[in-house]
């Protein structure tokens, strides 16, 4: 079974930092798109960024320059670096993994099959 467990999140200050941690468990990172998203209260999931099998990234406007993914293909740990951080990036944010593809052009969020749980950030 494909699981996903994030962790990292925080209660933060505006201006700062957080990085968020995704264990995977079931899948390999080389054949799979794997990517995060947002869901704030009363809002729709918004795609944060994603990550191919080959290390090609994509970041939603609303991140770009600031938020930064990477992945640990040995360890199956998928990271979040979050800088500069913004009330608005308030969010529970969840990992997620697709089937073994390549990553659509743009994010999208029918592509991942599999979520984690999320874990929240909360930016003052």
Not at 22 to 34: E, N, P
């Amino acid at each position: 079974d494909v699981q996903l467990v994030e962790s990292g999140g925080d209660s933060v200050q505006a201006g700062g930092s957080l990085r968020l941690s995704c264990a995977a468990s079931g899948l390999t990172f080389r054949t799979r798109c794997m990517g995060w998203f947002r869901q704030a209260p009363g809002k729709e999931r918004e795609g944060v960024t994603q990550i191919d099998r080959d290390g090609r990234t994509t970041y939603g406007d609303s991140v770009k320059g600031r938020f930064t993914i990477s992945k640990d293909g040995a360890k199956n740990i998928l990271y979040l670096q979050m800088n500069s951080l913004k009330p608005e990036d308030t969010a529970m944010y969840y990992c997620a993994a697709s089937p073994p593809v390549i990553c659509s052009l743009t994010i999208v969020s029918s592509d991942f099959a599999y979520r984690g749980q999320g874990t929240q950030v909360t930016v003052s």
